[in-house]
């Protein structure tokens, strides 16, 4: 291996680390400004639901057709067409003249979040093998809920700053500019076919009931987990504790969480973490909807908890218990995980607005208006890691019989 091999696998790496926190960044930042955006265009919460799902849809769109274009279509490629993506979703947004505009910036910004899924996880993959494979892999998704601390904070000090929404949304820039200088002129690792299971035997194994089955889980633990994190500027916004600290509060313990995911898993095993996992967030939504003031950010690590490994744990599940669904399988399952939390944005914030009317019917002004708002919302949104412990004790039960996957305790850790 020669120096500039090396040169360009660090270059590489930390782009996309840069890219991901691209991705963390637009979630974070968007998130802080979503009740300044709806002041200044007017937009009701049913509104701020649908340009929400944008996000949400764009990516899994991205993410599966960059899959299944990899190895042809390449990682240098999909990362030019990530970076104009965020470009110009990040640009349009900041100059957008209304609804529509932020409805099409924010589906080109999900796009290009997808496509950093689809081109930096097997290009890492690609660059390390092994033992360091795995860990190259893990600090690379630490950039996700880490990105989206950073981006609270910055979003929570520009806010008290009296700095607008316009000023925020530039600093997604920063990351975007500084991936896009790194990868720029580098050499990007060859792709490396996987011709050992054939894409038909891998929707084959896909049609299998356990496939099926975390398949629809999938899509509840994703709204679980980002339902009340894109809305909790709105829905605790009167709460007493300052939103964006709380979704600070929230995504350090995730990432801290997911640090030590493989002893937890280990000691636990996948059914057993996924079970507590719903409990703990059916507690923490019900303590956010019930509690101000500083039991808010103990709300906050409750509901990180349960979350956590959520992600991680359902894409290892399909790793280890349908593996012949390969790559693809976990792709699908990630890009159903967005899709589902597309879906559900609309419904999210027609609960919002109509707790709004409801609440105002009864007399509610202000903060009290916007408290009793927040939590009515909040309590239709614990629905549905409710339903989570029901599908999960079933998963357990099921589960228990049979064969013990092997080394269960090192599961995958290349999704964030």
Known sequence: MNGNDNINKSALFNGSCFALI??????????GILPQLGEAFGLSAEQLGFINSMWFLGFPISMIIGGLVYHTF????????AFVCHTIGILLTIFAGGYTTLLISTLLIGIGNGCTEAACN?????????????KMLARFHMWFPGGILVGSLISFFMTRMGLGW?????????PTVIYAVLFFGKTFPKSQVEGAISLGENFKAMLSPVYIFLFCCMALTAISEFGPSQWVSIVLGAS????????ALTFGVSAVGRYFAGPVVGSLGQ????????ILATIGIYMFSTV?????YVAAIVFALGICYFWPVMIGSVAHRVPRSSALGMSIVGGVGMFSTSIFQPFIGSWIDGARTENTA?????NALELATGQQALMKMMTFPAILIVLFIIFFIWQKNSKKTANESEMTMAVH
């Open 74 to 81: 390449g990682p240098k490629n999909i990362m030019l067409v």
């Open 362 to 366: 009864k007399g509610l002004t202000g």
């Open 122 to 134: 097997p290009m890492i993959a690609d660059m390390y093998s092994g033992v360091t494979m795995q």
């Open 240 to 247: 007493g504790a300052d939103a964006m600290l709380i979704l």
């Open 22 to 31: 691209t991705t963390a960044f637009t979630f974070s930042i968007r998130a």
């Open 166 to 174: 316009e000023a925020q949304m530039w600093v997604t820039m920063i």
């Open 271 to 278: 059914t057993g973490v996924l079970l507590l996992g719903a």
């Open 292 to 296: 101000t003031g500083p039991m808010a």
